[in-house]
């Protein structure tokens, strides 16, 4: 059925059948403002379109989308969220979650964790659709901040896909529509509701455009539209594979709706702008920085490094980047060669030479001015390290810069740098036809110097050139040159005539040419043996081809090299040669010099030389065959068809023609002068005109100069504000970064106002974001509701206040408050202090004091053991030997050293858990007056040792107190020993206790060494002493009062000291608040004793000493003790002996107290035995830590003998 037969009328109504896969895929890119242009494009699309389209959005990682309820109710199509490797459908709408990265792979959607960092998810994927679908994508550009898409649609457009972007005056938020327009690549500028309509167009193209094309390329008939693109660019498109010309031209007639070549044509002609179009689509332009990142490595690893330990000291490294577009792969190379350059320390010189034949390009490149998208390719370090941050974007370093030229030239047709290190041209010769493509691999091969680099694109290789250039990298196409050898036959012989041949052949077949390229090698071989040395010359003396041992007489010049043979020679021949090549292109004969002195690598030579014209009706331009020969032989048969002629005529010859061409130079001069001169007079009545012109503009000057007077003081008065604005700009800006305090300005609608760099990384800020609500971003810390807290500080006015850590684990000081200006409208500020060392510190500090506290607990261990044995073997000492007044006096100063040992570990400990807050008052209600005769009792045998005088005042009413008695008990014992110390021997001590309404006031006081005011103001403070003399007989730690000063104050009371100063005694007055009397008096610790019959014991410990001094004083008060040395052996001792009560110590080898204790405790015939805890570690948690391993008593070491009988006693079990 042809497309002009009637359709058939269907018998009854059937539904279409959709194809399997979508005819095309539509990428839609949209961000801030883009939901109104999503409704409006998608209400217009037709439900049968056969396209599938997909959202690309920027979405906050932790935000529901509900982009796919919404585009439900505005189209007819399937709406489905994105899965991953879910197949595409036609007529079907695809968004894309949060929180991932979408692309695209056999038509299929992948989705990927998100990564860190910068985030452009439009220019992912429409990277990955062109690379998937070819000229099967489609990408439309919708409202948007910052640039994102704009390198995909440049993938998309050189696959030759369709590009489309909105309108700028219909997106609320132009950035991304209007960065896409910059790039040029975009086909169709449209709004939203008719952008459906270009899609299904373009997508139901007409096939007959594309036949029409491809015939007119197989049959030769592109040569109207080259010409066009040769006159206006200078660049013959002839040499481009016909696929290629085929497919942009195909395209551009798709966009103009043309189905007809040649109408095309005539449109190419009236319109410029379509003719720069399709220019600008016939060069491939697609680059970005670090393309491919592997080949770079691979170039940093090792081909660069080699590169730059072979240049010698100050030697010229030599680069050349062919094609460079505009400029990001040039730039690439630089960072790597100047980075390697540094790291190794080199000297060399490096020069890059980048060209292109798209001048604009260049101009790009050069300028080296960039988009922040433009260099996502690149880390962070680089981009800092070589970019200048400027107004428009980020400027190449002027040390990047100056490493590299940019300059027009055409691989095919311009010779090459010479003297080159490497060559990089990537994705160039893809698209040359395979005789273009070896013509420009030789040009490369000439100008690279032997061991130089050269680099490819992925479907790019040497072809048959390989066997000149060593592969390096097989997979990333990276190749060296092998030898020093003249590919010459390569270099000029296939170039197409500047002015366009009569037949291109772009479509001719090439079946029969490899039987076709044996015969030429044959012909080749031929040549070489028939012909004598020689070169084959084009009608510009350019060599095409070369014969025999030709190049010894041949001089290469420095630089740039030239083909043109006269630039090759030297001397006699250089003349003879010209003289020939003169006189046969006019006599259209062949010509010959004899005996010509030439010089050459061996030496001096005499040669003949013979120009032979050669015309070939099938070829445009005609030819020269110059032959360089040794003298004839006698033998040899004379050319008759020559002429040969003496040198000095022919001399005489060039002579005369010079002088007529510098006789018809001079006349041309003179006639420019002529013209010169009446140009000149009418310019001289233009300038009269002029004058005349000037003196109404000067009337008029004056009135303005009046005008411009007023305004030049408003603009003064102006420029002065601004400055004074800019000035505090600029201090408010530098204090904020200098802080490096994180901070962010949001206003009353949550718009970020303005943020400091600190903060950018914390929520992925860049400037182009200013204006947007902040809830739109996603933030690192660890901190949920910021916005609803945000929200909150804004209508209360209150400051918030928290520490928040990032994900990271950097901790913050977070504050939130309003921020209210001069003007009506309000906001909220909010700031990050960076608090991670304070907390690192803290934590420091933390683990310092646990391990002084597990040093000072150990300590006090390792101490009250030994101490506790000496007590004991006082006590022995004492009931043993009691009518021996000699030992009386030695075992009363070990008993007072001891306990003065005892007290100072006490006090250490309790300072140190007061200082904490670790201390737990035991509260109970007490008699404060009972508790200090007590105290009076126990520090009475010093005030005797001393000759002190004690003069008691206590009430003779109760005193009560809510509070613990012990620790209360601690601190009279603390100023009691404090005045006994500090009074020397024979003084007066006084202690005073009585109730004052709801206060009891307790008052000691001495006529000791006193207080001077500095030492006053500070006595209560930790290691401040009164004696700070070398006389320590007094002995203490400086601890005592400060551990009274927490004591009292733990206790709802107050301490103070009054002193007249020194030599004049101290008086301390303590006051605590008084509560009533309980219902039943609680007899006073002092009074409390109790009598039980003796019993059995085991005493387990495992210091000899102590184990054997305690047990002995146990036996002297009746009890029946047995011993054990650990714990293995205190728990057979036990289930052996059955006694009725165990002292057990704690740090026991083996197993320790508290496992005993709880073995005891889970056997039914020792659960109910009485356990009480012996241990030198005393804190309130290890009381914890015995009662819940089971004991019912807990004593620590050092101990007097009567304080473990009274426990014993206590606990029912009578000595």
């Known amino acids: 059925m042809s497309p002009d037969d009637p359709p058939l009328e269907p018998i009854e109504p059937i539904e279409p059948i959709e194809p399997i896969e979508p005819t095309h895929v539509v990428a839609v890119g949209a961000s801030a403002g883009g939901l109104e242009a999503l409704e409006l494009l998608f209400r217009h699309v037709p439900v049968d379109s056969g396209m599938a389209f997909i959202v690309v959005q920027h979405l906050s990682p932790d935000f529901r989308s509900q982009m796919d309820e919404l585009l439900a109710r505005w189209t007819s199509l399937a709406v489905k969220v994105a899965e991953h490797e879910m197949p595409l459908a036609p007529n079907t709408v695809y968004v894309m979650p949060p929180n991932v990265e979408l692309t695209i792979s056999d038509r299929r959607l992948m989705l990927n964790a998100r990564g860190k960092g910068l985030s452009l998810p439009i220019d992912r994927f429409l990277h990955s659709l062109a690379q998937d679908l070819g000229a099967r994508a489609m990408a439309v550009i919708l409202s948007g901040t910052g640039s994102d898409g704009t390198q995909g649609i440049r993938a998309v457009h050189a696959a030759g896909g369709l590009v489309v972007a909105q309108d700028e005056q219909t997106a609320r938020f132009d950035g991304m529509p209007r960065s896409a327009i910059e790039t040029g690549v975009v086909d169709e500028v449209l709004p939203p509701a008719e952008i459906g309509a270009a899609l299904v167009n373009h997508a139901h193209q007409t096939p007959s455009a594309g036949d029409s094309v491809e015939r007119a390329v197989r049959e030769g008939g592109m040569r109207a539209i080259f010409g066009l693109l040769h006159d206006r660019y200078g660049i013959d498109f002839s040499c481009y594979k016909p696929s290629t010309i085929r497919r942009r031209t195909q395209r551009r ?16 002609h009236a319109d410029r702008a379509e003719l720069d179009a399709l220019y600008h689509d016939l060069l491939i332009g697609v680059t970005e920085f670090f393309r491919d990142p592997e080949v770079f490595t691979r170039l940093e690893l090792d081909v660069v490094p080699q590169l730059l330990r072979e240049a010698e000291h100050g030697q010229e490294l030599r680069v050349w980047v062919a094609g460079c577009a505009t400029g990001q792969e040039a730039y690439s190379l630089a960072i790597l060669l100047h980075e390697a350059k540094e790291r190794l320390g080199s000297s060399a010189e490096i020069k890059i030479f980048a060209t292109d034949v798209h001048r604009p390009s260049l101009d790009h490149a050069s300028a080296g001015l960039y988009s922040s998208a433009d260099l996502q390719g690149l880390t962070s370090a680089r981009r800092h390290r070589y970019f200048v941050p400027e107004a428009k974007g980020l400027r190449v370093s002027a040390e990047l810069r100056r490493m590299i030229v940019f300059a027009p030239h055409n691989v095919v047709r311009d010779a090459p740098f010479t003297k080159l290190d490497m060559i990089s041209c990537r994705n160039l010769l893809i698209y040359l036809q395979p005789v273009m493509q070896r013509k420009v691999l030789s040009l490369f091969h000439f100008g690279l110097r032997k061991g130089g680099a050269l680099l490819l694109g992925p479907s790019e290789s ?166 360089l020969r040794g003298p004839a032989a006698p033998t040899a048969p004379a050319r008759s068809e020559a002429a040969r002629i003496d040198l000095q005529v022919v001399s005489h010859d060039r002579l005369e023609a010079l002088e007529l061409e510098l006789r018809h130079t001079k006349e041309n001069l003179q006639a420019t002068i002529e013209e010169l001169e009446a140009s000149n007079e009418e310019l001289q009545a233009t300038n009269e005109e002029l004058l005349a012109s000037n003196e109404e503009l000067q009337s008029t000057n004056e009135e303005l100069h009046s005008v411009n007077e007023e305004l030049y003081t408003v603009n003064t008065e102006h420029q002065r504000k601004i400055d004074q604005l800019t000035e505090l700009t600029d201090d408010m800006d530098n204090l904020l970064v200098s802080t490096e305090v994180n901070t962010l300005f949001v206003d009353e609608d949550l718009r970020i106002r303005k943020f400091t760099p600190a903060i950018a990384s914390t929520f992925n800020l860049v400037e182009s974001d200013v204006g947007r609500k902040i809830h739109a971003f996603a ?106 007044d000699a030992l009386m006096g030695p075992v009363g100063m070990i008993e007072r050293q001891s306990r003065h040992m005892q007290r100072l570990l006490d006090d250490l400990l309790d300072v140190s858990r007061v200082t904490q807050g670790k201390i737990r008052l035991r509260r109970e209600v007490f008699d404060v007056v009972a508790l200090a005769r007590a105290a009076v009792e126990q520090v009475q045998p010093a005030i005797d040792a001393h000759g002190h005088t004690l003069v008691l005042e206590l009430s003779d009413a109760p005193a009560w107190v809510r509070g613990d008695p012990t620790r209360v008990h601690q601190v009279i014992d603390n100023l009691l020993s404090n005045a006994i110390k500090y009074t020397p021997n024979g003084g007066q001590i006084g202690l005073r206790v009585v109730g004052h309404g709801d206060r009891v006031e307790l008052v ?188 019912d008593a807990h004593i620590v070491k050092p101990f007097l003998i009567d304080d473990v009988l009274e426990r014993l006693r206590e606990l029912g079990l009578g000595g």
């Open 253 to 268: 007639m798709d966009m103009g709706h043309l189905a007809d070549l040649s109408a095309y044509i005539e449109q190419l």
């Open 462 to 627: 040497p072809g048959d050139l390989g066997s000149e250039f060593e592969t390096l990298d097989s997979h990333h196409r990276i190749y060296r040159k092998r030898r020093e050898v003249r590919l010459l036959s390569g270099m000029h012989g296939v170039t197409p005539s500047p002015g366009l041949p009569p037949t291109l052949g772009l479509g001719a077949s090439r079946s029969g040419r490899s039987g076709d390229g044996q015969l030429m090698d044959v012909f080749s071989a031929v040549l070489e043996q028939a012909l004598p040395p020689g070169v084959l010359l084009d009608e510009e003396r350019r060599i095409v081809q070369s014969f025999g041992d030709v190049g010894s007489l041949l001089r290469l010049p420095r630089g740039r090299p030239s083909l043109d043979l006269l630039d090759l020679l030297e001397g006699e021949l250089k003349l003879a040669v010209a003289g020939a090549l003169h006189r046969a292109s006019l006599s259209k004969e062949p010509v010959s010099f004899c005996g010509i002195r030439a010089a050459s690598s061996t030496g001096e030579r005499i040669i003949d030389v013979e120009v032979t014209p050669i015309d070939v009706p099938t070829t445009a331009g005609s030819f020269a065959l110059v032959s």
């Open 779 to 884: 933030h690192d810390l660890a901190f949920d509701g910021l916005t609803d807290q945000l929200a909150h500080t804004l209508r209360t006015g209150e400051r918030f206040e928290q520490e928040v850590s990032t994900r990271s684990g950097t901790a913050y000081l977070m504050r939130v408050v309003p921020y209210r200006g001069q003007r009506a409208e309000g906001g909220v500020v909010l700031t990050l202090t960076d608090i991670t060392e304070l907390r690192r510190v803290e934590l420091a500090l933390r683990e310092q004091v646990t391990l002084r506290d597990q040093f000072l607990a150990m300590l006090s261990h390792e101490l009250r053991n030994p101490l506790a044995a000496v007590n004991n073997a006082v006590s022995l000492l004492r009931r043993r030997a009691p009518d021996v």
């Open 1004 to 1191: 000691v006081r001495d006529d000791g060494a006193g207080l001077d005011e500095a030492t006053r103001s500070r006595i209560f403070e930790m290691f401040v002493q009164a004696d700070t003399t070398l006389d320590r007989s007094g002995g203490g730690l400086g601890v005592g009062l400060t551990l009274v000063h927490e004591l009292v104050e733990l206790h709802g009371g107050q301490i103070s000291v009054f002193s007249a100063g020194l030599g004049r005694g101290s008086t301390f007055t303590v006051q605590l608040p008084q509560v009533e009397a309980p219902a039943t008096a609680r007899p006073s610790p002092a009074t409390t004793s109790t009598h039980q019959p003796p019993s059995k014991l085991v005493l387990v410990e495992d210091r000899p000493e102590l184990r054997e001094s305690l047990a002995e004083l146990l036996r002297d008060e009746g009890y029946e003790v047995v011993t054990a040395a650990d714990g293995s052996e205190g728990l057979e001792t036990i289930a052996r002996e059955r006694p009725r009560g165990a002292l057990l110590d704690i740090g026991l080898p083996g197993i320790d107290g508290y496992e005993v204790a709880r073995r005891l405790r889970a056997e039914a015939a020792t659960s109910g035995m009485v356990l009480v805890a012996m241990t030198g570690y005393g804190t309130e948690e290890d009381g914890v830590r015995v009662a819940d391993a089971g004991f």
